[in-house]
């Protein structure tokens, strides 16, 4: 049997200060000892030759000097595109797209300890069996098979796909608490994506960093427009799994991203505006979770960080270890688990969308109408959607909610409603009409 030569080691200083340099049309990236990459500008290069390498400057009869050589070596040989986080991948170099980047990612999730024996993590596992609503152990079985998916995955070095949660429930549950100092360490961090999730920024680096990313009811308050924009980014970002991200100063890059939105509220109705809307296909890929009214004992911060960062890896091993009925998984290849919405979220999903408030606007409207003429024999009648705002618009207590209801949106919204309120629709005259059913509501 042929044995395996050992690598020759590398003895041109050339070679060896080029060997960990990397170049990105911009700037040179360097193995650091605890960053695991730094960019560097051109004299910061040089002087990291010059110091770190012992190499010399000097251009001997008007030729390239050692660092010039390095330089060039590096810009021809070690070209990348730029320099990425990709979460929880062990690689330092990857081909994405047929483009060569260098991985700057530094998070790591928490190791599991040997042991998965609940006595070693008795608030966590206490609080993981009584904090849901009914039905406790369908949701239960949902949300750990979740966990256990996404953080498997996560230690493995190869992320895998899966849904993002909502987390619903009353205040002083520990909501927040699960999203950043269970979820979000055992992860190894997480970052706030509300701005970006609402289209008000794209430098967005710092959630490229992290798997999880936060976002809470206080940042739930939309217009219909960034309510669009925040439900297609959470399709968009389960489906795609890629993120686009745009550092100052920096190249841009899309790299793929594998990881999950963590949104929590409390349960009132301004709350619940965070839910997205469930429609358009978004609905495999989130889950929609509720809590009960019990709520956990918690210490002041400092020791309730403390007790949560001692029980983690010892429930995250018996996390690994734990098996989920059968039901909870899927065959279908992307997510492994199955969706998991909570009946009454559902509902509060619905009445939040826009088409809900129109359809108790017209049902108000037909109302109304019956009641000033009484003896009207018209049952229908055709408008466009100028002429349906200026209708609506003569009642007062319209004229606010008429404000969320752009023409777009008056159209999109009309086209969502059942024939108890659109009998049918016609292009006339070039124009798109409504046939309004005008009988007074049953």
Not at 357 to 378: D, F, G, K, V, Y
Request: charged residues 25%.
């Amino acid at each position: 049997m042929r044995k395996k030569l050992k690598p020759v080691p590398k003895t041109n200083p050339i070679d060896i200060a080029s060997e960990n340099l990397y170049f990105d049309g911009k700037y040179f990236w360097h193995r650091h000892a605890t960053q695991r990459w730094e960019y560097l500008s051109v004299d910061s290069s040089g002087r990291l030759l010059r110091v770190t390498y012992r190499l010399s400057g000097r251009r001997p009869k008007n030729l390239a000097s050692q660092i010039d050589l390095v330089l060039r070596k590096v810009e021809n040989d070690h070209r990348i595109a730029a320099g990425a986080p990709f979460v929880h991948d062990a690689r330092d170099l990857i081909t994405y797209r047929g483009e060569v980047y260098l991985n700057t990612s530094t998070v790591k999730p928490i190791s599991p300890a040997d042991s998965g024996d609940p006595a070693k993590f008795p608030w966590l596992h206490n609080y993981f069996n009584k904090i849901w609503a009914e039905p406790t152990e369908k949701q239960r079985n949902h949300y750990l098979a979740w966990f256990q998916h996404f953080y498997g995955s996560a230690l493995s070095g190869r992320m895998l796909a899966g849904q993002h949660v909502v987390d619903a429930g009353p205040t002083g549950q520990g909501k927040t608490c699960t999203s950043r100092r269970i979820v979000g360490d055992a992860l190894g961090g997480y970052a706030s994506a509300a701005n970006f999730l609402k289209g008000q920024t794209v430098f967005n680096h710092e959630c490229a960093r992290f798997a999880v990313w936060t976002m809470d009811d206080e940042d739930g308050t939309f217009t219909w427009e960034q309510r669009m924009t925040f439900s297609n980014s959470l399709k968009s970002s389960a489906a795609n799994q890629e993120v686009r991200c745009e550092p100052k100063f920096m190249n841009a890059f899309t790299i793929p991203w594998f990881g999950r939105v963590y949104l929590t509220c409390n349960v009132d109705v301004r709350s619940l505006h965070i839910l997205p809307d469930m429609r358009g296909g978004i609905a495999d890929k989130i889950m929609l979770f509720r809590r009960g009214d019990w709520k956990p004992e918690f210490l002041d911060r400092d020791a309730n960080e403390q007790r949560i960062k001692d029980e983690l890896p010892y429930f995250l091993r018996w996390l690994l270890e734990w098996k989920p009925p059968a039901y909870v998984l899927s065959n279908e290849p992307r997510f492994k688990i199955n969706p998991y919405h909570h009946p009454s979220l559902v509902g509060a999903a619905r009445a939040s969308a826009s088409e809900t408030r129109l359809q108790e606007m017209l049902h108000e409207w037909r109302e109304n109408r019956a009641s000033i003429e009484p003896n009207c024999t018209l049952t229908e009648k055709w408008f466009t959607v100028t002429a349906l705002r200026a209708e609506l618009s003569q009642e007062p207590s319209f004229r606010d909610a008429l404000r969320e209801f752009s023409r777009d949106r008056m159209r999109e919204a009309l086209e969502e409603l059942g024939t108890e309120h659109v009998i049918r629709t016609r292009i006339h005259n070039n124009t798109q009409q409504y046939l309004m059913n005008l009988r007074r509501p049953a």
